[in-house]
């Protein structure tokens, strides 16, 4: 797959593809994208998928907050960190010291100047890059000028320690040369996707060259190596990680649109970690929202992708309009199902049976995915965003599935439906809220079930807030739900859009 590379900018009540993205490995000239609803750039943490800065055994939540004002500087960025303990993480700055940080290139010791349109924190991931056993937060700043070039990109690292992310311990890189709207650092993953290194790899995505693959050596990141594909042309914008074939090192999944098919469809590339690093293998369908996990409980980790188009000639489902989501089972070959590649995903939509609702026209049912094990049963579940959803009469006021895992794979039975109209779920459903922009699961308080995250970046008039629903034997849980926005943490919330990007 020849990638191309693209990214992503929400306005209110929508989100917008760039109209500008450029053909790479192919020598084409530049290409168009619709306008639609999509997840934000980033990337899933680890074939393990830790995220756990201090090292406690419990998982931490980072977000980004690229639209954020530092020092008055407009859309400058920063992220929050919110530390995983017995009962959860703290959502709000008056909880015990230690337990919520942010940081932007303000921040002592952070390299850098916080500056208009920065937009650190576009693109945030986890990984342990040192192999010291605490996880370390890469943040993007795709904004970054680089001297008199514009937007030129960089990429900045805190690594994790006993006491949390240390702002003493940093580093910082852009790429070899520079290059104008190149916007390095718009996606980023962090795996261990080859032997013979210290701790994870790094990828870095920008929109001129591609993929950017670093290792860890002697105390700083070195580039060791620029994948490239033979398939789909790819206008790529994001990277999703797991061990498909089981063979104990990470793989790599790059997803977007391709121009190859008018950009009516999400594609993804498959490149197979091993000892010899990371090898393009062959093309899917879907992606514009992608997450991984093990649904089957069969030990190889399974990818899902979006597919907001809600059309698409493997689906089998031209009824959708909402949008679907695929499911590749991982197996031998990688994930492609177990008749190896090529084999259509399972598609489902909420026209599915078991699923709530109905699939109609702009839902954006994909548009964001999690996979993680919420009722403690051994089964990963998967968490469905459609920000553009109705409720109650209030357009794109947004909505969150959860699909249930199994021994057979994704079921309906006991799928669950949400929206802040919902009993127990704090606040109500507002046209153009986008509820579920973002969503995550994940286990903050190590009882061994994965609670939801649950975004709406233009929540307050683009402030926007995050929801945490607890989880439980019987799924997640209305009740005792909570809400907060980028304030609560101590970060600046006017017009920050908190939420629009969550790592996965």
């Known amino acids: 797959m020849s990638i191309t590379t693209r990214t992503t900018r929400r306005t209110a009540g929508s989100a917008a593809v760039a109209a500008a993205s450029f053909l790479l490995l192919a020598g084409a000239g530049i290409l168009a994208a619709p306008a639609a609803f999509a997840g934000v750039p980033g990337g899933t943490a680890a074939a393990d998928r830790n995220s756990d800065f201090d090292g406690d055994g419990y998982s931490d939540l980072l977000v980004g907050v690229p639209e954020g004002t530092v020092d008055g500087k407009e859309g400058a960025g920063y992220v929050t960190v919110q530390y995983g303990a017995p009962n959860g993480i703290g959502t709000n700055n008056t909880v015990p ?4 940080q942010v940081v932007s290139q303000s921040t002592k010791g952070v390299p850098g100047t916080s500056e208009t349109g920065d937009h650190f924190g576009q693109a945030v991931a986890t990984g342990d890059l040192d192999g010291d056993g605490y996880d370390d937060a890469v943040i993007g700043t795709p904004g970054e000028d680089e001297g008199t070039v514009e937007d030129a990109g960089r990429v900045t690292v805190v690594y994790g320690s006993a006491h949390g992310l240390d702002t003493g311990r940093t580093a910082t890189f852009t790429a070899a040369t520079p290059v104008e709207g190149a916007r390095f650092g718009h996606a980023v993953a962090a795996a261990r996707f080859t032997g013979d290194i210290v701790g994870d790899q790094l990828v870095v995505l ?12 002697a105390g700083v990141l070195r580039q060791v190596g620029t994948p490239h594909s033979t398939g789909h042309t790819l206008q790529a914008a994001y990277l999703t990680t797991g061990d498909y074939d089981h063979d104990g090192f990470a793989d790599l999944v790059v997803s977007g649109y391709s121009p190859d098919d008018d950009y009516t469809k999400g594609w993804s590339a498959y490149y197979a970690g091993g000892e010899e690093g990371l090898g393009y293998r062959y093309d899917l369908h879907g992606g514009l929202g992608t997450a991984s996990g093990d649904v089957n409980g069969d030990g190889y980790d399974d990818l899902v992708v979006g597919q907001l188009s809600g059309v698409d000639d493997t689906a089998g489902d031209a009824d959708a309009p909402g949008g679907l989501v695929g499911v590749y089972y991982g197996g031998g070959e990688g994930p492609a199902g177990t008749e190896g590649p090529g084999t259509a995903p399972q598609w489902w939509s909420q026209n599915s049976p078991g699923v709530p609702g109905a699939g109609e026209q702009g839902d954006a049912w994909g548009n964001d995915l999690s996979v993680a094990d919420v009722d403690g049963d051994g089964f990963a579940d998967v968490a469905v965003g459609a920000p553009g959803e109705d409720a109650d009469g209030e357009q794109r006021a947004g909505a969150v599935w959860l699909l249930r895992g199994s021994q057979e794979g994704v079921t309906g039975t006991g799928a669950q439906y949400f929206d802040q109209n919902s009993p127990g779920v704090p606040g109500a459903a507002e046209a153009g809220d986008g509820w579920g922009a973002q969503v995550r699961l994940v286990d903050t308080d190590g009882d061994g079930r994965a609670e939801l995250v649950a ?7 683009g402030d926007g807030a995050v929801w945490l629903l607890p989880a439980s034997g019987d799924g997640l849980l209305a009740d005792g739900s909570r809400s907060y926005g980028a304030a609560a943490l101590g970060g600046n919330g006017h017009g920050a859009r908190f939420g629009a990007v969550i790592d996965e």
Do not use: C, S
């Not at 010291?97 to 919520?100: A, C, I, S, T």
């Not at 975004?455 to 008039?461: L, R």
């Open 97 to 100: 010291k230690g337990e919520v």
């Open 206 to 217: 920008d929109q001129k060259v591609g993929l950017h693959v670093f290792t860890y050596h």
């Open 455 to 461: 975004a709406a970046p233009d929540e307050n008039a």
